[in-house]
């Protein structure tokens, strides 16, 4: 079976990877490039920054990382299969008789191997030579990975369109010589996969694959429920303020969340202390970076639990903005 699978691999190499005229290979020899990690950079910074502004760069950053993992999960995969290219696959080594150079633009040669002098030729290369780590095609999985972020983040029906360009760069990269179709297969897999699984287990603190709904309709079972998030001292002492003024008009008003001693005199039921939130400078957070997210993961769960009907956030605009975000695509109203 592999060996058939193999084989099949081959053929099917040949056959994309056939003469079809100049235009042709001018059209994949300089397409291919679509596919190189500083173009699809380029493009991602224009494509974020130009058309969603508001969001950037925010997405930019977000599905760059994505397409990182990806890239270096390909390259562990290539050298772990270090599977030889087109041009050092044995099966082809009766074609490479003869080369044949022919220029074809700028940084673009187009490299002709035949069986003898004269003869029909059985295997082209368009641009760089390369002998070794042919699968997974890195190409192929880098145009798959911002494919992927570009469909994750922007969920409207155009936004599939993006997987053409894509699949363009895995056959150039066939019609280059450069790689087998299973090759292609194998980076497309990769780099959607890890592109999409990335950005959806990071979901709750982004928020790219959230929708944002309408104000979830008012209950009936029971006093309103509040969450509120403060940060410093004088976040604790608005938040009291605040949740006695809720209660002197709604007397079984229900408060939770992050506060201080303040809050927690009010009536807040914390579930954590303000001031493991309260962090100044970018090492501080590095090492609290654990405690914060437990945090904030504790307060995703009660979105779920404990359904509140308002969210209240003081202060720590980089956490609470992160959770209001969350709360508006639950519905819950921010103050």
């Not at 760059?64 to 390909?74: D, P, Q, R």
Request: proline share 6%; charged share 20%; glycine share 12%.
């Amino acid at each position: 079976m592999f060996a058939e699978l193999l084989a099949w691999d081959r053929a099917a190499f040949l056959q994309l990877n056939a003469p079809r005229g100049e235009a042709w290979d001018l059209l994949f020899g300089y397409g291919t490039y679509l596919g190189d990690g500083l173009v699809l950079a380029v493009i991602l910074f224009i494509v974020t920054k130009l058309f969603d502004g508001r969001r950037f760069p925010k997405n930019f950053l977000l599905i760059g990382i994505a397409m990182l993992f990806a890239g270096a999960l390909n390259g562990i995969v290539k050298n772990a299969f270090d599977r030889p290219r087109p041009l050092n696959e044995p099966a082809f080594a009766p074609v490479k008789a003869e080369r044949v150079e022919t220029a074809l633009g700028p940084w673009l040669t187009r490299h002709e191997y035949r069986a003898a002098p004269g003869g029909e030729g059985g295997l082209r290369v368009l641009g760089k030579r390369y002998g070794r780590r042919s699968f997974p095609s890195g190409h192929t999985a880098a145009a798959f990975a911002f494919a992927a972020g570009m469909i994750y983040a922007y969920r409207f029906a155009w936004t599939w369109l993006v997987l053409l360009p894509a699949a363009f760069v895995g056959l150039s990269r066939i019609v280059c010589g450069v790689h087998f179709p299973i090759d292609v297969f194998g980076g497309a897999l990769i780099g959607a996969s890890v592109s999409a699984g990335f950005l959806r287990a990071f979901e709750m603190f982004h928020g790219l694959g959230g929708k944002i709904h309408p104000r979830a309709p008012h209950r009936d079972d029971g006093p309103p429920r509040v969450m509120m998030v403060v940060g410093e001292a004088s976040a604790d002492v608005y938040g009291a303020r605040i949740l006695a003024a809720m209660r002197a008009k709604e007397p079984g008003v229900s408060a939770f969340g992050v506060g201080g001693e303040q809050l927690e005199n009010a009536g807040l039921e914390r579930v954590a202390d303000a001031h493991d939130l309260s962090i100044v400078g970018f090492t501080a957070v590095l090492t609290s970076l654990g405690a914060i997210v437990r945090i904030y993961r504790r307060l995703m769960r009660l979105f779920e639990t404990r359904r509140p009907d308002l969210l209240v956030c003081i202060d720590l605009p980089d956490f609470n903005l992160m959770l209001a975000q969350q709360a508006r695509f639950r519905g819950v109203p921010v103050l």
